[in-house]
């Protein structure tokens, strides 16, 4: 009888580690459509980069619309205050920062973007993420 009792605890221990309480931040559900003088833009990259944390990106598709992506499969993005970053995706990422907390900065590349500098990585667009569903639209001017 006492293996019976060491295997059951052995597997409520296994399932108690498992499913540890998870470390991500509340998420709130972002999408949106951006357009250029009225047109929508597609294959554009959108980031919401938090006071602190991982960014949050999406890129939009041929109607101009957009849903941000927290991580792999999980959508959404860090609620608070986000700076707001639109390129045409000749932009990369960079997440090598010293201290560590997902700050990333944007490197263009050299070739001429259709969306104006301004937009870019020195971008003051900024978005306020709220719990729930989130609809945030740009209304880009050249």
Same mark, same amino acid.
């Given at each position: 009888?006492?293996?019976?009792?060491?295997?059951?605890?052995?597997c409520s221990l296994c399932l108690v &580690? /498992?499913?540890?309480?998870?470390?991500?931040?509340?998420l709130g559900l972002v999408t949106g459509t951006v357009t250029m003088e009225g047109e929508p833009l597609s294959g554009?990259?959108?980031?919401?980069?938090?006071?602190?944390g991982r960014p949050a990106f999406g890129v939009t598709n041929a109607s101009g619309k957009y849903?941000?992506?927290?991580?792999?499969?999980?959508? &959404? /993005?860090k609620i608070g205050p986000c700076k707001v970053i639109i390129g045409s995706g000749e932009?990369?990422?960079?997440?090598?920062s010293e201290e560590g907390d997902g700050a990333a900065a944007m490197q263009s590349s050299s070739e001429?973007?259709?969306?104006?500098?301004?937009?870019?990585?020195e971008s003051e667009l900024t978005a306020e993420v709220h719990p729930g569903e989130n609809v945030i639209d740009f209304r880009l001017t050249k």
């Open positions: 009888m006492s293996a019976k009792y060491a295997f059951v605890a052995i &580690g /498992c499913s540890g309480v998870s470390d991500a931040p509340d554009v990259q959108v980031t919401f980069q938090p006071v602190q849903e941000l992506t927290y991580i792999r499969d999980t959508r &959404g /993005c932009e990369r990422l960079d997440n090598t001429e973007s259709q969306i104006p500098a301004r937009y870019g990585p």
